[in-house]
């Protein structure tokens, strides 16, 4: 894929509603292959946990990607209630996603789309999982998981957004057709620690020629 091809890919997506077809076709030239074997849609009487039921109304996974260090990584659509928002209900949906990822073969991390019923706008988010070896009071060494923060990884996209940020991103991951991503390079394409340090690096370039 050249850049025009990925600069059209990622600007359709990015700036218009939320579009199951669209969404799909990013995510797999974004990582170059999928395995759709044990993907699920939506469906009547999906079971939601309690502790997640006033924000999620139904998942849906595409499949599944794994990286070339063995990495999991699960494709999500979470469908909100219509009670739930956005902006609010960030830490809920990331925890959310977290619960799904210990119950299933402890994947690694997420690609998601939380897609709300009232708004025009989407989240774009990454997900990841840190599984650290700690001692246990009774002496045993056992594994815990920890969430990376959501404010790294997550961007706001669809209907009136400019969403310039997220366009640029993905952009050498779509040109790249040849080397599968690992997880390491998802996340920085993620990352706003990134942009705001080329964002400084180009101002202080400008300020020297000036």
């Not at 990013?26 to 170059?32: G, R």
Request: charged share 30%; aromatic share 10%; hydrophobic share 40%.
């Amino acid at each position: 894929m050249n850049r025009d091809q990925a600069n059209a890919l990622v600007s359709q997506i990015f700036t218009q509603a939320f579009d199951k077809n669209r969404f799909r076709n990013f995510t797999l030239n974004l990582v170059n292959h999928i395995d759709e074997s044990k993907a699920f849609a939506p469906r009547t009487g999906q079971y939601i946990k309690k502790a997640f039921e006033h924000h999620v109304h139904s998942l849906e996974r595409f499949g599944t990607y794994t990286s070339p260090e063995n990495e999991k990584l699960d494709i999500l659509i979470v469908h909100l209630t219509a009670n739930s928002k956005l902006e609010r209900a960030r830490t809920a949906i990331r925890n959310f996603v977290a619960d799904h990822l210990k119950a299933r073969d402890e994947k690694d991390a997420a690609l998601v789309a939380f897609v709300s019923p009232t708004e025009k706008q989407w989240r774009f988010s990454y997900v990841k999982m840190e599984y650290a070896t700690v001692e246990k009071e009774s002496g045993k060494v056992g594994v815990e998981a920890h969430l990376t923060p959501a404010r790294r990884f997550s961007y706001i996209v669809g209907e009136g957004e400019s969403c310039h940020t997220a366009q640029t991103r993905f952009l050498d991951l779509l040109q790249d057709t040849e080397t599968d991503p690992v997880l390491t390079d998802i996340e920085e394409a993620f990352s706003v620690e990134a942009v705001t340090k080329e964002y400084f690096t180009k101002y202080a370039e400008l300020f020297e020629d000036i």
